[in-house]
């Protein structure tokens, strides 16, 4: 089997619920995770809007939550997780709010889709301090032995 990422609080392709975006109360879902590799020593959880600003007329990705060193051993993340929560050794990077943590949609037009991708790596990174998502990805290059992906969508309801 391959690795696969699935969240209890929407299906794949699914809307995304308003208690994680900022028209709710902008906490992370619950992220699940199975068929890890036996190989990988750590993962990397990146979660980004590649429609941003308008669907119509992407003009950048909008990264709203970055992760590393997840152990490899772990199954998931609970909903609302706290930094302080997160499994032994995971490290956080900055999203484009130019913080760490979970950020949540928060789509100015239209219906964005919100990719949260889950990568398996040969290797545990070095403490890259809080690296954005191009420094990760950077890092990354050449130690991925896995992918999984779940797309949630969102539109403002305001």
């Not at 308003?18 to 879902?29: A, K, M």
């Not at 943590?101 to 301090?129: E, M, Q």
């Amino acid at each position: 089997m391959s690795m696969s990422i699935t969240s209890s609080s929407f299906p794949h392709d699914g809307v995304i619920p308003t208690r994680h975006t900022c028209e709710g109360h902008d906490t992370s879902p619950e992220l699940l995770w199975t068929d890890v590799p036996s190989g990988a020593k750590s993962l990397v959880l990146i979660v980004d809007d590649p429609d941003a600003p308008d669907p119509a007329a992407p003009k950048r990705v909008w990264v709203h939550w970055v992760l590393y060193n997840i152990p490899a051993t772990s199954s998931g993340l609970s909903e609302a997780i706290a930094a302080h929560d997160l499994p032994p050794g995971t490290k956080e990077g900055v999203n484009d709010w130019q913080r760490t943590g979970y950020g949540g949609p928060c789509p100015p037009i239209g219906s964005h889709r919100y990719f949260h991708k889950l990568y398996a790596l040969d290797t545990v990174l070095p403490d890259l301090k809080q690296p954005t998502k191009a420094k990760l990805e950077e890092a990354m290059r050449g130690h991925v032995i896995a992918t999984a992906e779940l797309i949630g969508r969102y539109q403002k309801q305001r």
